[in-house]
């Protein structure tokens, strides 16, 4: 700045000095006053030079002190600001303690007081369930009362009718004991009776009798006869069924093995597999004994059908044969079919469902004869009706007429007849009214 003054400050005397030479002496000469004027502006330009140079130098005497000073400046400015920032530091670290403290002072104050709180609502809780269970106690006690009472009373009741009940169950046992006994000495008849053969043949054919008797008529079955003609063997019953030649028998004869069949049931009782081996091939052995028997005396074609049943009066005893597979070699060998009681009433319902069908078969040309003439009744009976029909028919005509043209020419002859009164005319005529 101080250099640029200088210069501006020379340029401006130059001038000046030139515009003062020119107006004081105007008679000079052209080349005396440039070369005044070359002289001038070398003075000029080495005293610019000079002064600059003294500029510079004092210049960069000024920047360097200025930087000097400015460096210190910012130095201190520096360390200024960090003393400033430091205290500004601790002055927070100090306010950020104190608000930690604080913090701290209001927590333990707050949990201090929710330590209270929650003591007493504790305290008012713990007081609430005591009443609560007091009273609680105290209703249950008064329920207990009710509910004992109550109890003691419906316990008291019951007792007594269960007394009586129990007096009128005893009464009612000793009744039973009586029966029991009785029962006892029945089932010791029975015992007699069934370790007998004969009273045991008795039984399966009194059961036997009662299903024939049940399922077929008396005609259709005889008792004890002599199927084969000349012999002195008589079947138990025999079903009689219809041949080419007159009747063909069907013999049905009962057996009841019962000391075998006990002594089965008594093994299978203990569980010995060797006596119950032994007792099935007993039992096995006596069924094929009695086939041939009935097989020998029985069956005799063309009197009797080509096979016999043996009826077997127990469904356990009947089942024990059929599992030991005895139906076939029993049918194969002697041409005798075992029956239970279930399997003796379906066989002889299809039995009798075959007569049903035979006498429909028999009879068949009855009916048609039957129908036959109530067809020729029927035609007569149409023509009897076309004539009563036409009949009618005239007879209807021959009224039509009557009562419109006779009713008419009566109608007009009585018109000039005076009329009574419909209950004179009644009472004249000795008839009720029409109406009623």
């Given amino acids: 700045m101080d250099i640029t003054y200088i210069v501006v400050s020379g340029v401006v005397a130059i001038i000046a000095s030139i515009i003062t030479g020119s107006i004081v002496s105007s008679k000079v000469k052209r080349n005396d006053v440039q070369e005044n004027f070359e002289d001038m502006f070398d003075d000029l330009y080495d005293n610019v030079t000079d002064a600059f140079k003294s500029e510079m130098s004092h210049t960069k005497e000024l920047f360097a002190i200025t930087q000097n000073e400015m460096n210190s400046n910012i130095t201190e400015k520096i360390a200024s600001m960090d003393s400033h920032i430091n205290q500004k530091q601790d002055m927070m670290n100090s306010r950020v303690s104190e608000s930690i403290l604080r913090q701290e002072e209001r927590i333990k104050t707050f949990s201090l007081e929710n330590q209270q709180r929650l003591e007493h609502m504790r305290n008012m809780?713990?007081?609430?369930?005591?009443?609560?269970?007091?009273?609680?106690?105290?209703?249950?006690?008064?329920?207990?009362?009710v509910v004992d009472e109550k109890l003691q009373k419906s316990l008291n009741e019951r007792m007594n009718q269960s007394f009586s009940m129990v007096s009128e169950r005893l009464e009612q046992v000793y009744k039973g004991l009586g029966e029991m006994q009785n029962l006892a000495n029945g089932v010791g008849d029975l015992k007699k009776v069934l370790s007998n053969v004969k009273t045991r043949g008795i039984v399966g054919e009194i059961q036997l009798g009662a299903i024939l008797q049940e399922i077929l008529s008396n005609e259709q079955y005889d008792e004890n006869v002599a199927v084969v003609p000349n012999s002195s063997y008589r079947v138990e019953y025999a079903v009689k069924l219809p041949g080419n030649d007159g009747t063909v028998y069907l013999p049905i004869d009962a057996k009841f093995?019962?000391?075998?069949?006990?002594?089965?049931?008594?093994?299978?009782?203990?569980?010995?597999?060797?006596?119950?081996?032994?007792?099935?091939?007993?039992?096995?052995?006596?069924?094929?004994?009695?086939?041939k028997d009935i097989s020998t005396k029985y069956i005799e074609?063309?009197?009797?059908?080509?096979?016999?049943?043996?009826?077997?009066?127990?469904?356990?005893?009947?089942?024990?044969?059929?599992?030991?597979?005895?139906?076939?070699?029993?049918?194969?060998?002697?041409?005798?079919?075992i029956a239970g009681p279930s399997t003796m009433a379906a066989l002889l319902n299809s039995l009798q469902m075959g007569f049903k069908t035979l006498a429909i078969q028999k009879r068949s040309s009855e009916v048609w004869n039957v129908l036959s003439a109530v067809k020729t009744e029927f035609d007569n009976f149409e023509k009897v009706l076309e004539k009563t029909k036409s009949r009618l028919e005239s007879a209807n005509k021959e009224l039509d007429t009557l009562v419109g043209v006779r009713t008419r020419a009566i109608n007009r002859k009585l018109k000039e007849v005076s009329t009574l009164e419909q209950s004179e005319a009644e009472k004249l005529i000795g008839v009720e009214s029409i109406e009623e």
Wanted: aromatic share 10%.
């Fill in 125 to 145: 809780v713990e007081k609430s369930l005591y009443n609560i269970q007091m009273d609680n106690n105290k209703k249950l006690e008064e329920m207990r009362i």
């Fill in 301 to 337: 074609p063309p009197y009797t059908t080509e096979f016999a049943i043996m009826f077997l009066p127990f469904e356990g005893l009947y089942s024990e044969v059929v599992n030991r597979g005895m139906v076939e070699k029993l049918q194969r060998e002697y041409k005798v079919n």
């Fill in 257 to 291: 093995p019962g000391d075998t069949y006990n002594a089965l049931q008594e093994a299978y009782e203990d569980g010995d597999k060797l006596r119950i081996e032994e007792c099935v091939k007993n039992l096995l052995r006596t069924i094929q004994n009695e086939a």
